[in-house]
């Protein structure tokens, strides 16, 4: 304790004489003296450990508590890793045409849960789920699998079969971690959102369904009558509890959504930050349309607000109305997503990018002489 009050001390002392033309320092040093501070006691939840750091609680639960269990590899996970590790060797031209032929014809046939290959290739794929050490995984399946490929891959050649072994190596190791990689994108994202991100989620939702309603409206239809009833449910009149962001950006028409809207598109922001979070560069927008217009908590807001119409639709209608207003969002929430990447990236390169070297040499000559005559 001695000792913490003597760096506490002089971390102050440096934070007091620091210049006012350097904020950095002040700022870094005041984060010091934060992290050093001593911190309450961290106890799990499940074991009741205490813990002095929360790297150390952290550490604790990734592996004590980790709730990530991968899902066994059975033989017709096994099929379709094989599957998979085909198309990838046949579509690479890099190969003899001939070996590309052979496995083009080739048709694997499913290994018995009993068998001993598939035993000996089920525990290579556990002890990798529990080391997650490559090079051991590689070593051991060249050794064991690609060796003796023509015993697990009857009918093709040698060179053939090892080709196939070695691709099937790589998919099985992508099989695991893309597991991995959903599971900690589902855990990390968080269904409740923040106050900021609330008001744009009712910004865009109010700009959907108004779209969406002067969409039909542009057509006299019995159809497109019952899909503005449907929009205009969930249109919320004018209170004084409307967002603030809606209110003063409405730009003379867009709408305050009802709260099984925002529910609706709550939802499919879930779905959404799940897919963008993987990393991908690509936006599966059919895919994430798709789940949240099959979620259960979707489908019974939707129903409340089609039950507040005061027209009543018929079924493939409603179901065309929920098909639009999440394909749409998720479209507009894309060109944003996609904004807000290529912000960071110019961001990125603003910082890292370099001045002229003429410039810096004038710079540090006008440096040195200014040096010079202090």
């Not at 014809?105 to 490559?134: C, H, M, P, R, W």
């Not at 994108?185 to 923040?194: E, F, H, M, Q």
């Not at 607000?305 to 894309?334: G, I, W, Y």
Request: charged share 25%; proline share 2%; glycine share 4%.
């Amino acid at each position: 304790m001695h000792a913490f009050e003597s760096l506490k001390t002089k971390l102050k002392c440096l934070t007091l004489h620091a210049t006012p033309r350097s904020p950095i320092l002040t700022s870094f040093i005041s984060s010091l003296i934060i992290k050093v501070q001593p911190s309450k006691e961290i106890v799990c939840s499940d074991c009741h450990k205490k813990y002095k750091t929360k790297g150390g609680y952290e550490r604790h639960r990734a592996t004590k508590h980790n709730n990530w269990t991968p899902s066994s590899l059975t033989p017709r996970t096994l099929v379709d890793i094989v599957k998979c590790a085909l198309q990838t060797t046949i579509k690479e031209k890099a190969f003899a045409a001939g070996l590309r032929d052979e496995l083009t014809n080739y048709q694997f046939q499913e290994l018995e849960e009993g068998s001993q290959e598939f035993a000996t290739i089920q525990l290579l794929y556990n002890d990798f789920v529990k080391s997650n050490n490559t090079e051991k995984f590689y070593s051991n399946f060249y050794a064991q699998i690609a060796l003796k490929s023509t015993t697990y891959f009857r009918g093709l050649s040698r060179n053939a079969a090892t080709l196939l072994s070695t691709s099937i190596a790589d998919k099985m190791l992508a099989h695991v971690r893309q597991s991995k990689v959903q599971n900690s994108a589902a855990v990390s994202v968080s269904s409740a959102l923040s106050e900021k991100e609330k008001a744009g989620l009712q910004y865009l939702g109010g700009y959907v369904i108004h779209n969406l309603h002067k969409k039909f409206s542009r057509t006299d239809t019995l159809e497109s009558q019952h899909a503005m009833a449907i929009l205009k449910a969930g249109k919320q009149e004018s209170n004084p509890d409307s967002p603030k962001l809606v209110s003063s950006l409405n730009r003379g028409g867009l709408w305050s959504i009802t709260k099984p809207v925002e529910n609706i598109f709550s939802r499919t922001e879930h779905f959404f930050q799940i897919s963008t979070s993987m990393g991908s560069t690509k936006i599966d927008i059919a895919g994430i349309a798709h789940k949240a217009s099959s979620d259960s908590q979707v489908i019974s807001n939707y129903q409340s607000m089609v039950s507040s119409a005061h027209l009543v639709p018929a079924s493939h209608t409603s179901k065309n109305v929920l098909d639009c207003m999440v394909n749409m969002f998720v479209r507009v929430r894309s060109f944003s997503h996609a904004k807000d990447l290529v912000n960071a990236y110019k961001m990125k390169e603003k910082k890292s990018k370099c001045k002229a070297l003429r410039k810096e040499i004038k710079r540090t000559c006008e440096e040195q002489t200014q040096a010079r005559q202090t």
